[in-house]
């Protein structure tokens, strides 16, 4: 598929109906895949091209590094990640 096509159909599942609606989860996760959790969303937000972030609106580009940040926060994590992050 080509990025238009990516772009159309990532605003169509995105903009579906119930797609709004707050979900609860409950769940436990270990540390080491909360690290790479956080770690995935940090780098997949830089990639261009295949028309996800292009559909995505900023909020809710934001709201995902919210949700990256209260995981590290709730495991711990927060100051390793970013002693992880000035190595780079």
Excluded: C, H
């Excluded at 238009?4 to 159909?9: E, G, M, S, T």
Aim: glycine content about 6%.
């Amino acid at each position: 598929m080509v990025e238009k096509d990516l772009k159309w159909v990532y605003d169509t599942v995105l903009s579906g109906p119930g797609m709004d609606e707050t979900v609860k989860l409950g769940f436990g996760a270990s540390r080491k895949l909360i690290l790479l959790l956080a770690e995935v969303i940090q780098v997949s937000s830089t990639i261009k091209g295949n028309g996800l972030l292009e559909s995505v609106d900023k909020e809710l580009i934001a709201e995902l590094f919210e949700l990256r940040e209260d995981f590290l926060e709730k495991a711990k994590l927060t100051k390793l990640s970013n002693q992880l992050k000035s190595l780079i």
